[in-house]
């Protein structure tokens, strides 16, 4: 078994776990990466001469090329670990914003944002007195990319949205949003938190200044993330936090910053974690991108048809292609009920905003019910959900 918490009883339900959009589960090699850095590896990196000290430094850089190689950036100086997709958006926003911001600019985002990918770009533009540009999205979860085409201004100074959306599972055409934003010389940072554990992300390809994800939601521990950033660019950007390791040079005159990538990792890293990614990627290849996309389209497509069946479900998201998210609600029974009563029947869902407030005020509804998949959720998961819903619409209605 890969993953041992799947094999959890829930008040005597075996657990069927739909939540994995929020975070997924950690398979065995994850959890012994884990303890066994702590077991045989604990020191701190980068500055040390002993043994230990070494051995961690190697292997913390030796997930920074597994990273750069997992998303095909160009050099491994582009990848800089975060604690996840919040930090390292807030990273770009907050030293983008103090290099390149000014009174009257504008930053795009879409409507279907996650909250990380609207309020450190509404704190960067707060500061200098800039603003949001908003691109609409259609009753089934599809960008305007005519809206998109006409926000650009000559303030326009970057541009900002999510690859999948958390809440609807729409995967956006972001090498077409790329595409348009830098036929008008602004960059683009993608948030690629619900996209990097479901198909395979080639930054080169995208042509993405900026790609954001979170170890956590795709099979790694909690605690690391990643930013990846143009060589050209992140070399243009002020630091981010001050600290051990961003230095080169210090004196109470004038501090000299580290080279890249280290001038955006100030203070001891996540070691532990980040070799906890490592065994992640090793943990997605050895499963094969390809078969997991495969894996997930029939899940997707299997559980749209079943839930189809549900009386009184209302979908919200429905652009073709989606991706690993079902948001839903039974008539007009309150989400938190219905999760609620999954919950006691051991399936777990996600009720709520999802941390994505417009998009729920664009539907008029206080929230959705949401089952998220990864790649160990079975068509029996799904059968699971299905019979639940059954179960409680009566009771709803
Ligand atoms: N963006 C999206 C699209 C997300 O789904 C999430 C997590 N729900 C985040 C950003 C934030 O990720 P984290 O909490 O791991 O920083």
Request: with cysteine.
């Amino acid at each position: 078994m890969d993953f041992p918490i799947l094999d959890t009883q829930v008040y005597g339900h075996p657990l069927v776990y739909l939540d994995n959009a929020a975070t997924t589960q950690k398979p065995q090699q994850v959890i012994e990466a884990l303890t066994n850095y702590y077991l045989t590896l604990n020191s701190n990196i980068h500055r040390g001469t002993h043994y230990l000290a070494t051995q961690a430094t190697e292997r913390y850089e030796a997930v920074r090329q597994q990273v750069q190689q997992f998303i095909h950036a160009a050099s491994n100086k582009e990848i800089v670990f975060t604690r996840g997709t919040t930090e390292s958006i807030n990273l770009v926003a907050a030293t983008f914003g103090r290099q390149f911001l000014h009174k009257g600019d504008e930053v795009i985002v879409s409507g279907m944002e996650h909250h990380s990918n609207i309020v450190p770009w509404q704190l960067a533009c707060e500061q200098v007195g800039a603003r949001l540009r908003v691109i609409p999205f259609s009753d089934e979860g599809v960008l305007d990319l005519e809206v998109y085409r006409s926000l650009f201004s000559t303030r326009t100074r970057l541009v900002a949205v999510n690859h999948v959306s958390n809440t609807l599972g729409t995967v956006n055409p972001v090498k077409e949003i790329v595409g348009i934003a830098h036929g008008h010389g602004v960059p683009v940072l993608i948030d690629g938190a619900q996209a990097i554990a479901h198909m395979p992300v080639d930054v080169q390809d995208l042509g993405c200044d900026f790609y954001c994800f979170s170890g956590h939601k795709m099979y790694a521990p909690m605690g690391v993330g990643v930013l990846y950033g143009r060589e050209e660019l992140l070399n243009q950007l002020p630091p981010y936090q001050g600290g051990g390791e961003m230095i080169k040079d210090v004196t109470f005159e004038k501090t000299t910053y580290n080279e890249l990538p280290y001038k955006f990792e100030a203070g001891t890293p996540s070691v532990g974690d980040v070799l906890g990614l490592g065994a992640a990627i090793d943990f997605i290849q050895s499963r094969g991108m390809d078969s997991i996309v495969r894996h997930e389209e029939q899940l997707m497509s299997y559980a749209m048809d079943r839930l189809a069946t549900v009386p009184n479900i209302r979908f919200f998201g429905t652009a073709p292609g989606k991706v690993g998210v079902i948001s839903f609600l039974l008539g007009n029974a309150h989400p938190y009920d219905v999760g609620t009563l999954l919950d006691k029947l051991g399936v777990a869902v996600r009720t709520g905003h999802h941390c994505t407030q417009p998009i729920m005020d664009r539907y008029g509804i206080p929230g959705t019910v949401r089952a998220s998949f990864a790649c160990y959720t079975t068509t029996a998961d799904i059968d699971a959900l299905h019979a639940a819903l059954l179960r409680i619409e009566p009771m709803l209605m």
